[in-house]
């Protein structure tokens, strides 16, 4: 359970492409808190809903984000992806521009944009809260203790508030059933100690069937402003991953899963209590898009696959992972890692076991049930 509130939204207005003529737009959408809201600074939280763009989407799912700060940043900015009629993933980006001696004009409309596949410009859009809605909206507000699981998103979003000494990763397992092959998509955010400022970097590993796997890399860059990351070309954000790095590309999009898989024990995950911790938001997600290198391309379709995080101080010293889809919303999650701080660095590798059978998840506590397991790391071979 968290602090935090819960309103409703809606904003009606056109949208349209260059040199097109205005068509009607407008999206109904959910806000979820992790905090209240504070007035002179700013408070992210997370958006699900529909939005329809008439010749776009119709009554189509938005996942994303909004960032209230009507002092500091003087805005209150609105981020969600969806994926239009024609299958493709589009993104709307806009933020109300907060002007306190023409308060009610600035807090009801809404500019912006709307990107399509690769980030290419789509449209424009211009919005507004309809007045006669204002009852609905206060109406709406809920405050207290929210559960996490209420919220998609929730365990997906970015962690780190900008402290030193800090490593936060978002990846993703997908595997081609036409094919076989199988993809790594691996995203870090470094925050550094000594004074030297936070980067990011990562890589797109493919593994083809019977063939040499392939790994290209991106980064280290400056860390950028996306609502979770983003290093140059590369972003992560809700139910999406963009990017290109070198000669290969990907634009995927995929659901988002309510019920996350727990490797470490809630409260560690929640606390940070361990060094570093891994949960799997999105243990059974369904991945669509292209995938592109220099030698091919693949056209994924509903591929099954995994969306995971890790958040703590840096990475194991040893380690070993397995993520297994065992069909029908069942998987098995594995995790084995030796720390890299000094004395603990000596200890035998902790296994981590998650299985989920049925909806029912086991052991009840990874962490009590570690001791009970026994790991080997090698390579190419590892054995829990």
């Known amino acids: 359970m968290s602090s935090g509130m819960r309103f409703s939204e809606a904003m009606v207005g056109t949208w349209r492409r260059p040199e097109g003529a205005p068509a009607a737009c407008r999206f109904d959408i959910d806000v979820a808190m992790p905090e209240l809201l504070n007035p002179l600074g700013t408070v992210s939280g997370t958006i699900t809903g529909t939005v329809d763009a008439a010749g776009l989407g119709n009554a189509r799912k938005a996942v994303g984000t909004i960032e209230i700060s009507p002092v500091a940043e003087r805005r209150i900015r609105y981020s969600f992806d969806f994926t239009g009629d024609d299958g493709a993933p589009y993104r709307f980006d806009g933020w109300k521009s907060i002007e306190w001696l023409r308060p009610l004009r600035t807090w009801t409309t809404l500019p912006g944009t709307i990107y399509g596949p690769g980030g290419s410009l789509v449209g424009t859009a211009e919005l507004r809260f309809p007045l006669a809605r204002t009852a609905g909206l206060v109406s709406s507000v809920r405050v207290g203790r929210l559960p996490d699981g209420g919220d998609p998103t929730h365990h997906h979003a970015r962690r780190w508030d900008g402290r030193p000494g800090r490593l936060e990763v ?31 970097h990562g890589w797109l590993g493919v593994f083809p069937p019977d063939e040499p796997p392939e790994l290209v890399r991106f980064g280290p860059s400056p860390v950028g402003e996306e609502p979770w990351f983003a290093c140059r070309e590369v972003t992560v954000s809700p139910g999406r991953r963009a990017g290109r790095a070198g000669s290969a590309s990907w634009d995927l999009a995929y659901e988002l899963d309510a019920r996350p898989l727990f490797t470490f024990p809630r409260l560690v995950w929640r606390r940070e209590l361990l060094p570093a911790a891994q949960i799997v938001p999105s243990p059974a997600a369904a991945f669509s898009g292209v995938v592109k290198t220099d030698h091919r391309s693949w056209s994924l379709d509903g591929a099954p696959g995994a969306a995971a995080r890790i958040y703590g101080h840096g990475n194991a010293e040893r380690w070993g992972w397995l993520h297994a889809d065992l069909g029908e919303g069942d998987v098995l999650e594995v995790v084995a890692a030796v720390p890299r701080r000094p004395g603990l660095n000596r200890l035998r590798p902790l296994p981590l076991v998650q299985l989920r059978l049925g909806g029912r998840d086991w052991p009840a506590n990874p962490l009590l049930a570690a001791p009970g397991f026994r790991a080997s790391l090698g390579l190419p071979e590892w054995t829990v």
């Open 170 to 200: 978002w990846y993703d397992t997908v595997t081609d059933p036409a094919t076989g092959t199988g993809f790594w998509l691996h995203h870090e955010l470094v925050a550094p100690t000594a004074g030297r400022a936070p980067h990011c």
